[in-house]
Structures are given as C-alpha cells and as structure tokens.
C-alpha cells in the first residue's frame, strides 16, 4: 500500500531557528513529490520535486529529494512567526491520473 | 481572482440529513477532486473527476457521491450524513498537464450530530 509519513507531527521554534521536515514515502512507481503550506484555511503549493539532488529554493524555504532512499526534506532558515502552519507532503504516482497521497502534515510553530 | 471557491464554510447536520457540499472554480481547470482531512491524517481523497461527465472514486469514497456536468462545477453530496463524516473538507482543481499541482479551497467544516 502507498503512503506517505512526515516527521515530526509538531514543531516548535524561536523566530531566528532553522528547521528540517522530512517526509518519507513507499509508492509505487513513483512521480513527483509536491510540499504544500497550510495556514489557517486552504493548502498553498511551494515546490515540486521529481529528479534525485536537485533543490528547489524559494526565499528562505528549500527542498531536495533522495529518490533512492525515498525522502525528502523541506528547509527554513531564519524563521519568522508567518512560517507557523502545517506543512504537508504529497506524493504522485505514475498513471494514477494526479491523485496525490497526503502524509500527515507536521505542524510548525515559531514562537517571537 | 476568484480561484476555487467552496460553499457553504459552514454546515452542521443531524445524523440522516443529507446535503450537498458545492465547489467551483474559474480557471478552466480539467482536474477537480475532493479531499477530507481529519486530525492527524492528513489529506485523504474521496472523489475526483478528470473532466466534464467523467468522475472516479479515490481513497474514501464510501457515504459520497459526485457528478461533474461542467468544467467548473464539482458538487460533493452527502446522502445520509453520519458522525464519521464529521471533518473539513477541500475542493481542489489543476490542469490537465499538471495535475498534481492543486488549488484548493477554503474548506467546509461540517459537523454531523
């Protein structure tokens, strides 16, 4: 059975601190890998992976991919109280029409 | 930008009632899909749709059914409501080229009593 697993489940953090979220997964026939941000309402997209060693940067988030191992990591350097949100990993598998299989989030809380 | 918009963002039913959760969006988007999340589970897919006349059902499909009679509306209908349906639920849309990256709604909490 696919699944997706993200560690830790809950997080916090002083504004300043860096954090690494990682997100293990077993599917089959793998896709693409996508990170998402979840405040208050609706999840938002940051990245999407799909090649082995290739980050993907945006500001003060960062994300890369081990495809042989089978994770990911997302990076925040410098974190400020707006990074507070569930961060969610989804991963893609080939010919299932876009379904993506949700890990559990983890929840990040920067304390000022 | 409207985007993808769900009603109602609210809803509390009894225990048999049934009612139709609504999701539409304006970005001529061919791929729509429904979502649950629950504490601690994450996002779980219960029904998505390819394109107009054309849906199939995800991981949790039980208790829900859908149609998709046009490209932008994407109703999720609950028959008869039960507590195990309590939860928020998402309405996502993406292109066809790239369906794995979805837009999403503001959710609907519902409650069922």
């Known amino acids: 059975e696919d699944k997706v697993v993200q560690s830790p489940l809950s997080l916090v953090v002083h504004e300043g601190d860096t954090v690494t979220l990682n997100c293990s997964y077993e599917?089959?026939?793998?896709?693409?890998l996508l990170w998402y941000k979840q405040e208050k309402k609706a999840p938002t997209f940051l990245f999407m992976l799909?090649?082995?060693?290739i980050e993907k940067k945006s500001g003060r988030l960062s994300s890369i991919l081990d495809k042989k191992e089978l994770f990911s990591i997302l990076n925040i350097t410098a974190t400020q109280t707006g990074d507070s949100a569930i961060y969610l990993c989804?991963?893609?598998?080939?010919?299932?029409?876009?379904?993506?299989?949700f890990g559990q989030g983890t929840e990040l809380s920067v304390k000022p | 930008n409207a985007g993808v918009t769900q009603t109602p963002k609210f809803q509390v039913l009894k225990t048999g009632q049934s009612m139709t959760l609504q999701c539409a969006q304006d970005?001529?988007?061919?791929?729509m899909s429904w979502y649950r999340q629950d504490p601690g589970m994450g996002l779980r897919l219960i029904h998505y749709?390819?394109?107009?006349?054309?849906?199939d059902q995800g991981e949790v499909p039980n208790g829900y059914n859908v149609s998709r009679s046009t490209t932008e509306d994407f109703p999720l209908r609950l028959l008869s409501a039960a507590p195990s349906q309590t939860s928020v639920y998402f309405c996502?849309?993406?292109?066809?080229?790239?369906?794995?990256?979805?837009?999403f709604g503001a959710g609907t909490r519902l409650s069922v009593l």
């Open positions: 599917v089959t026939n793998f896709r693409s």
């Open positions: 799909t090649s082995s060693g």
């Open positions: 989804a991963v893609e598998a080939v010919d299932q029409g876009g379904k993506l299989i």
């Open positions: 749709s390819v394109g107009a006349g054309i849906t």
């Open positions: 996502a849309s993406s292109k066809r080229d790239t369906k794995n990256i979805q837009y």
């Open positions: 970005m001529n988007h061919e791929y």
